[in-house]
């Protein structure tokens, strides 16, 4: 059974800190990366940032540069989501995939399946 499942979203003032988790069936997991994605309302869904199954590599969207860290552990089979000096514009729901293809440099929503049911983030001014 697929299955990914993300918590550790809430309400933070801007400036704070937030650490998404992500965890994943062991299908999901296997995949060859995993990825986060958040959509805010009004806007697209966009790609935040993907770690690939061995965990050596990352890729990250010019805003997540920085200021975010995404990691994996084996073990657990869970992702994260480590969110720094977090902005307002930051506020969105953040949902956790695993990719679709055997790369970690596609970044569009379609590149990536198994979604979960999304976290909130919400950064105060």
């Known amino acids: 059974q697929v299955h990914v499942e993300e918590s550790g979203g809430g309400l933070v003032q801007a400036g704070g800190s937030l650490r998404l988790s992500c965890a994943a069936s062991a299908l999901a997991f296997s995949s060859y990366a995993m990825g986060w994605f958040r959509h805010a309302p009004g806007k697209e869904r966009e790609f935040v940032a993907a770690i690939k199954y061995s965990g050596d590599v990352t890729n990250y969207a010019d805003f997540a540069k920085g200021r975010f860290s995404i990691s994996r552990d084996t073990a657990t089979r869970t992702v994260y989501l480590q969110m720094n000096n977090l902005r307002p514009d930051d506020t969105a729901a953040y949902f956790c995939?695993?990719?679709?293809?055997?790369?970690?440099?596609?970044?569009?929503?379609?590149?990536?399946?198994?979604w979960g049911q999304g976290t909130q983030v919400t950064v105060s001014s």
């Open positions: 995939a695993a990719a679709l293809y055997d790369t970690i440099w596609r970044t569009t929503a379609g590149d990536y399946g198994y």
